[in-house]
C-alpha cells in the first residue's frame, strides 16, 4: 500500500488575471495575500459601502482602485473576476450583482445561505455565460486531491465511515456576526461547511441526513453534529462547534484499511496510511509548497477556468456546492432553524 502522489497543479503556473474584491474582511485579507504571494494574478480594485474601509484594505496591499461602493467595483472595467467576501448573508445578492455587471464570481464558503439562493446564483451565470464557483479552498488543497485519488482507486477497500470536527472558540467573545441571525450566524454555515463538504469530496451524494444541534439565545447554532448517509450505505460523522476548540482532525474508514489527517484536517494537514491492522504503512507530511497559501490553489483554478473559458469548476462543480447546500438545509430544518429574511 503506497499513497499516491497528488496532481494538483502548482498554483505559480496558473495564468494571471484580475481580481475586484468585494468586502475588504478578515476573509479577504487572507485572500488578497494568497494572490499576491501564490499566484500570477493580482488584486487590483477592492470595494466596500465605507471608502475609507477600502482605502485602507487597498494601501495595506498596494491595490490600484478603491470603490466606496460594491456597485462601483462591478463596474470597473479593469477587473477580471470579483472575489466576494461579504458576510453569508450577503453572498446571494453580491454574487448577482457582479454577475449583472457582467463578472464571473469566486464566492467565499458558505456559498449562500440556503440551495435555493445558491441555485438563482448559478442560473444567473450560467444564463449570461459567466463563470461561478464556491471558494472551498480546501477542496483544491493537495492533500484533497490525495485522499480522493485513495478513495477513488479502493486503496483502503470500500469506505465505510468519514470522520470530521471543526471546532474553534469563536462564541460568546469572538467575531459579532457569529452571533446574528441576520447575518447568518452559527457554527454551521462558517464552520461545519468544512466536514460536511469534506464527507461530499469522499462519499459523494448523502441519501440521508440526522442532526442535532445547540442553539444560542439569539437563535443560531453553537454546536452542531450531523451524520450522513450515502448511497452504498457508508457514513459520515461529523460535528462542528464555535463554543470549543477541537482538534480539526478527519479519518477516512475502509475495509482494508484508513486514513488519517492531522494538523487540521482541511488545512495543510498530514496524510497517514494503516492498514487494517493498525500499522502505519506510509505518511505524506503536511505543508505547502514554498511560496504558497491555502488559498492560492483556489485563486489559480479559478483563473484557468476563466482562462479557458468554462463556466464551473471541475474540483468544486456546481452539484457539489448544492449538495453541501442542500444538506446543510436539512441540518437546519431539523434544529427549527431559519435566518430572517429566508
Known amino acids: 500500500m503506497k499513497l499516491p502522489e497528488t496532481t494538483t497543479p502548482d498554483p505559480h503556473e496558473a495564468p494571471g488575471i484580475r481580481w475586484g474584491v468585494l468586502g475588504p474582511g478578515g476573509i479577504a485579507h487572507t485572500f488578497a495575500d494568497a494572490v499576491a504571494v501564490g499566484t500570477a494574478s493580482t488584486v487590483v480594485a477592492v470595494g466596500s459601502r465605507s471608502l475609507d474601509r477600502a482605502q485602507t484594505f487597498a494601501a495595506e496591499f498596494g491595490i490600484d482602485r478603491a470603490h466606496g461602493s460594491y456597485e462601483a467595483l462591478v463596474a ?60 472551498m479552498w480546501s477542496r483544491h488543497l493537495p492533500h484533497y486531491d490525495v485522499v480522493r485519488q485513495v478513495a477513488e482507486s479502493g486503496l483502503i477497500g470500500e469506505v465505510t465511515t468519514v470522520f470530521a470536527d471543526h471546532g474553534q472558540y469563536l462564541y460568546p467573545n469572538g467575531p459579532a456576526r457569529l452571533s446574528q441571525p441576520e447575518l447568518a450566524g452559527g457554527a454551521l454555515l462558517d464552520l461545519g461547511v468544512y466536514p460536511v463538504s469534506f464527507a461530499d469530496h469522499v462519499l459523494g451524494p448523502a441519501t440521508s441526513v440526522h442532526a442535532a444541534g445547540t442553539l444560542t439565545d439569539l437563535g443560531v447554532d453553537a454546536t452542531t453534529s450531523i451524520i450522513v448517509t450515502n448511497a452504498a450505505g457508508a457514513h459520515g460523522v461529523l460535528s462542528c ?38 500499522h502505519l504503512v506510509d505518511e505524506r507530511p503536511g505543508g505547502l509548497v514554498d511560496g504558497v497559501r491555502g488559498f492560492s490553489y483556489e485563486a489559480a483554478d479559478f483563473a484557468r477556468c476563466l482562462v479557458a473559458g468554462r463556466h464551473e469548476s471541475a474540483t468544486m462543480p456546481w452539484a457539489a456546492t448544492l449538495r453541501v447546500m442542500e444538506t446543510m438545509d436539512e441540518v437546519r430544518r431539523q434544529m427549527g432553524l431559519r435566518y430572517p429574511g429566508e
Do not use: Q, W
Request: contains cysteine; glycine residues 8%; proline residues 3%.
Open 241 to 278: 462547534t464555535m463554543a470549543a476548540a477541537t482538534p480539526c482532525t478527519a479519518i477516512v474508514s475502509g475495509t482494508a484499511g484508513r486514513l488519517e489527517l492531522s494538523g487540521t484536517f482541511y488545512g495543510a494537514a498530514s496524510v497517514r496510511l494503516f492498514d487494517r491492522e493498525h
Open 76 to 135: 470597473d472595467e479593469g477587473v477580471d473576476a470579483i472575489y466576494v467576501a461579504s458576510p453569508h448573508s450577503e453572498h446571494h445578492a453580491h454574487a448577482l450583482l457582479a454577475i449583472g455587471a457582467g463578472k464571473p464570481v469566486l464566492v467565499e464558503k458558505a456559498f449562500a445561505r440556503n440551495a435555493a439562493e445558491a441555485r438563482e446564483v448559478f442560473a444567473a451565470a450560467n444564463e449570461r455565460g459567466l463563470l461561478a464557483a464556491e471558494a
